[in-house]
C-alpha cells in the first residue's frame, strides 16, 4: 500500500494551504505534503516535504489523523501532522511545478473551498481547535 502526508501549519487562527497545479486535484487547495519514499518513516517524509515544498526546516510533529482512502483506484494511507515551532521567515513555494502559491485559510474558510482535503479532516482539525482552546 503506498502512503503520503499531509502537513498542517497553524499561523494563529489559520491555516496553511497551497494552490495545486497538476493532476487530479489541479487548481485545488490541499495541505503541502507528498508521498513516502520506500522505507522512510511518516515523521522523516513530513519533515522532508516540509523543506522541499516550503523552505521549512525547524519544526515539532504532532500526529493529527491517520486514514485509508483510494486514489486512481490504489490503496493508500496517509498521516496528517500538525507542525508547531516553526520559523515563517523563510516561508516560500520550492516546487513551483507542484504548487502555485500558499495562502492562510482561517477554518471555516476551509470548508468552503474547493479543496483536496477529506471531511473527516476537517472535523479533526474543528476537534484539534476546540481542544486547543481549552488548555
Request: aromatic share 12%.
Amino acid at each position: 500500500m503506498k502512503e503520503f502526508v499531509r502537513l498542517i501549519i497553524k499561523k494563529s487562527n489559520k491555516y496553511l494551504l497551497i494552490k495545486e497545479v497538476k493532476g487530479t486535484w489541479y487548481n485545488a487547495w490541499n495541505f503541502p505534503g507528498g508521498k513516502i519514499d520506500p522505507g522512510e518513516s511518516s515523521e522523516i517524509a513530513a519533515l522532508r516535504e516540509l523543506d522541499e515544498e516550503l523552505n521549512l526546516k525547524k519544526t515539532k510533529l504532532h500526529l493529527l489523523y491517520e486514514t485509508d482512502c483510494s486514489f486512481n483506484n490504489e490503496p493508500w494511507h496517509g498521516f496528517y501532522f500538525v507542525c508547531s515551532d516553526f520559523d515563517l521567515e523563510n516561508l516560500k513555494v520550492m516546487e513551483t511545478t507542484k504548487c502555485d502559491g500558499y495562502c492562510f485559510f482561517p477554518l471555516e474558510e476551509l470548508k468552503q473551498l474547493k479543496l483536496g482535503i477529506p471531511n473527516d479532516i476537517i472535523s479533526a482539525l474543528e476537534e484539534y481547535d476546540n481542544a486547543s482552546k481549552t488548555v
